[in-house]
């Protein structure tokens, strides 16, 4: 799952929403804050990391799967 956070989104309302797609099956959530650039993963083991959304982000329970961080970002304005 990923989760785009936008300027009006609360930390407590972004961690309910993702236990609740660990709760119902996903090995990986994504949140993503476009701002700062920032990614944060929470894995169904309990493990979170956060990276720099700069870069390649391969993403190991999906085999192939890689994010291009400067595609994804190109023509999008984040300087609110």
Do not use: M, N
């Not at 090995?27 to 804050?33: A, E, G």
């Not at 309990?46 to 982000?57: H, I």
């Amino acid at each position: 799952a990923v989760e785009i956070l936008s300027p009006d989104d609360r930390p407590g309302r972004t961690k309910r929403e993702v236990e609740t797609y660990l709760q119902f099956g996903a090995t990986l959530v994504l949140v993503l804050h476009p701002t700062k650039r920032r990614a944060t993963l929470y894995r169904s083991d309990g493990s979170v990391e956060e990276r720099d959304a700069r870069g390649t982000l391969s993403l190991p329970p999906f085999d192939g799967l890689a994010l291009d961080w400067e595609k994804i970002y190109r023509g999008i304005d984040v300087s609110r």
